[in-house]
Nanobody, 117 residues
Framework: QVQLVESGGGLVHYGGSLRLSCKLSGTIIGIYTMGWFRQPPGKERDMVATITSDDRTSYAESMKGRFTISRDNVKNMVYLQMDSLKPEDTAVYYC???????????WGLGTQVTVSS
């Protein structure tokens, strides 16, 4: 059974940094993309950043230059380094694994990030 567990969220001041981590447990057959999504209060869930099995990264426009995604395939981890945080970054951040060959998604339960002004 596949399980994703996020950690590292919390309260930070404007301009601060946080590093989110996500541990993947279980077996996923084939190649898969890992990523982070976020859902601000009252809004839809949107992509933050993704990283493929060969380390190609993609970022939402507003995160470019501030956030960095990385993965460790040995430890089955994906990370999101968030710098220069703004109040509008406040959201629940979800870890995602996208199984490429059959377009199946797995989700973590999320971790809250709150940025105070």
């Amino acid at each position: 059974q596949v399980q994703l567990v996020e950690s590292g969220g919390g309260l930070v001041h404007y301009g601060g940094s946080l590093r989110l981590s996500c541990k993947l447990s279980g077996t996923i057959i084939g190649i898969y993309t890992m990523g982070w999504f976020r859902q601000p209060p009252g809004k839809e869930r949107d992509m933050v950043a993704t990283i493929t099995s060969d380390d190609r990264t993609s970022y939402a426009e507003s995160m470019k230059g501030r956030f960095t995604i990385s993965r460790d395939n040995v430890k089955n981890m994906v990370y999101l380094q968030m710098d220069s945080l703004k109040p509008e970054d406040t959201a629940v951040y979800y870890c995602n694994v996208h199984q490429d060959w059959r377009s199946k998604d797995y989700w973590g339960l999320g971790t809250q990030v709150t940025v105070s002004s």
